[in-house]
Nanobody
Framework: VQLQASGGGLVQAGGSLRLTCAAS????????MGWFRKKPGKLREYVAT????????YYVDSVKGRSTISRDKYNNTMYLQMNSLKPEDTAVYYC????????????WGQGTQVTVSS
């Protein structure tokens, strides 16, 4: 099973992007999926997660109200719609999945770069 993140790019402040994370593999299952980001010179940080079964979302305060996490269970795909982007949102964004018997996110995709210009 693999996760493929896409949708990053260069956008002006105030703009929007939609990130996509597609899971491939016949045996994909997840308890929770999430988006994380790593800013230059900083540690990777949590952005948002979604409980796979019922779609319950959780957000870090810095993106709450500006971002929406969603998932398509049937196509094993997760999304992050980001609006009103700020230069401080610039980072490499990673998607990840947590299985039901794992204590943490144990499947990671490659990153997708988001750059917000002022």
């Amino acid at each position: 099973v693999q996760l493929q993140a896409s949708g990053g790019g260069l956008v002006q402040a105030g703009g929007s992007l939609r990130l996509t994370c597609a899971a491939s593999g016949r045996t994909f299952s997840s308890y929770s999926m999430g988006w994380f980001r790593k800013k230059p010179g900083k540690l990777r940080e949590y952005v948002a997660t979604i409980r796979w079964n019922d779609g319950s979302p959780y957000y870090v305060d810095s993106v709450k109200g500006r971002s929406t996490i969603s998932r398509d269970k049937y196509n094993n795909t997760m999304y992050l719609q980001m609006n009103s982007l700020k230069p401080e949102d610039t980072a490499v964004y990673y998607c990840a999945s947590k299985s039901s018997d794992s204590t943490g996110f144990d499947l990671w995709g490659q990153g997708t770069q988001v750059t917000v210009s002022s």
